[in-house]
């Protein structure tokens, strides 16, 4: 029995195209965040979602100590930095295959305005740090009343 295939050689092609522009464009354009490349080793993957109430970013760590993440907000910059410690190695093991990365990291967030600093609050479960965020109380108008002088 045959069987009718249909082949798209130029699918392949711009296939092909958009991964190697997509390939340049990550090793070329300016990171979100402000993150300086050049001291990161690797970047963690973060979430960042929003409440009434405020804001929340989880990133994921895995692998990383606790003792060795840092959170510090400076104006209205927040920064999450730290460093994922390589496992000593195994004498007589040959890696075959190496893919995860290792070293210092650095994430930084250009926090809204009306935001309590103060109150930000952080936690660090299962290789995943979660920031809360809270918002802070708008200042609602006053009405000031007119007189009229008669």
Do not use: C
Request: charged share 30%.
């Amino acid at each position: 029995m045959n069987y009718l295939t249909t082949r798209r050689p130029m699918r392949n092609l711009f296939s092909l195209h958009n991964e190697m522009g997509r390939i340049f464009g990550d090793l070329f354009a300016p990171h979100e965040g402000g993150t300086d490349t050049e001291e990161a080793s690797w970047m963690p993957m973060v979430d960042i979602s929003e409440t009434e109430n405020g804001y929340e970013i989880r990133a994921e760590l895995p692998g990383v100590s606790e003792a060795d993440v840092n959170v510090s907000v400076t104006d209205n910059l927040l920064t999450v930095k730290g460093e994922k410690r390589q496992e000593a190695e195994t004498e007589g093991k040959n890696y075959h295959r190496v893919e995860r990365r290792y070293g210092s990291f650095q994430r930084s967030f250009t926090l809204p305005r009306h935001i309590e600093t103060d109150a930000i609050n952080a936690e660090f479960k299962e290789g995943v740090l979660t920031l809360g965020i809270p918002k802070a109380e708008v200042a609602k108008p006053t009405e000031i009343p007119i007189k009229v002088n008669s």
